[in-house]
């Protein structure tokens, strides 16, 4: 048996992955099977049927990410049948948030396309296996996580009562939302899995459940059709490699936007000479997210080659020309086995449709409707392009080193990662300190541009409006992460603003 370090976003997905070791799984197994687990036992904050990338990186191979990314739909329609059936919803979660719901707001979703692109290319597990932990999570029930709780709080009722499966499997007899740690079953989810495991991800894209996703997406005037889901496919590009120091770090390509501004954030940091994060250190930290979220809100989020703008952000971010421009919901898990192999795993549905077609258990996406990443809103773009993503999966590698790392958190998912890494390669604190340490994000979301931040942060002043949390708090992300090095063996660590699972599989 391989010896495996996972670190995910619960204890259940983290015992899953040690399950999958058992059974011959290498560090990719074990992080698809957890993610698989997280995206079915995660409800309102990811579902599998949304976007995900995989970022791989094998001893004397080059980084590779499966984009499993959202896609328009429509393909084959008039257009005057697209752009419909999505209402506007409107939230108090995060401050407030307004985005689309129903029908129209779903996606063509690429999660599951991603996940068996991977296990194809590098696990080492039977298929079946990767599901046995999440089969039997889904048929006996799961523990309702706090950060689940949380967000249904908010949006139980508004958008999560589109469905009464969907409804009845997170609310009692009374309509009141059930108790953080009562166990959840959805029905036919576990029947749904099971299928899956024993006929691949085809049934979703080609079989009888992405007919019945299909059809009640355009019975109840979506646009996402048999055309869109069997045309999908799960794309290998080589992983975004950025320096700094000794270590060397892969993130995800464009077209996606995060690894992009999270290799423009370690380049604008990488001659930070700190060893702790000082007033100007934070200074120095805050000019540069507002640089670089600033360059993404300007240009990236709305540009037609993402490649050509993104080469732009990092060769004026490599040069330190920092004056030179102004600057919902996921699941995370990590893996590195003995051998050197590592896989991280970031995966997202929005802030959910509330659909959930009649006998699938499978909740629906709104990445067309998240408003704040897909500016562009139900007119996105032609059938088949990828919608924008924040998700960052990294890899990072130096001699007899090997990190895999990433984060929940929306557009925290960046400035997360960036602090993170920086507190690990840069000032060399330990892994769980890494994680643990206070945060700041500029949130650019609303009117007027905000500096959030954690307690303990000596901060500069700015022009910018301070908002300081009370404590550690879920907003600025949920970092995840392993470690192995070959003289002292693993390091795992979650991060204590979330639930969180950790597990050296095979002690």
Known sequence: MTK????????LAADGANEVAQLGGNAVDCALAAALTTMNTEPGVCAMAGSAFVTIWQPDADPVTIDGNVAVPGRGLPDEERGHAAPTVTIDYGGGITTLAGPGSVAVPGSLAAIERAWQLFGSASWSDLFVPVIRATREGFPLSAACHYYLGYSGESIFGRSDDGYNALHDQNGALREQGSLIVVPHLSDTLSAIAGEGARLFYEGDIGERISAHIRDNGGALSMDDLGSFEAVERPS???????WTIASNP??????????AMLLACSDLRHKRWTTAALDHLIKVQRSVLDFRRSRLD???DVGDEAAELLKLAGSRQIGEWMSASTVHTSAVDENGVACAVTASSGYGSGEMPSG????LNNCLGELELNRRGLEAGPPGIRLPSNMAPSVARRKGRVLAAGSPGADRITTALHQFLVNLLQMEMPLAEA??????????SGDTDRLMSEPGLDLPETDLPVIVMPGLNMYFGGIGATLVDKESGFEVASDPRREGGTRICGD
């Open 302 to 304: 709305l540009a037609n």
């Open 4 to 11: 495996v370090a996972v670190a995910t976003t619960s204890q």
């Open 240 to 246: 975004l490699q950025v320096s700094v120091g000794d």
């Open 254 to 263: 464009p077209p996606a936007v995060g690894g992009s501004v999270l290799a």
């Open 360 to 363: 699938t258990g499978l909740w």
């Open 435 to 444: 994680i643990a340490h206070p945060r700041l994000h500029i949130d650019m």
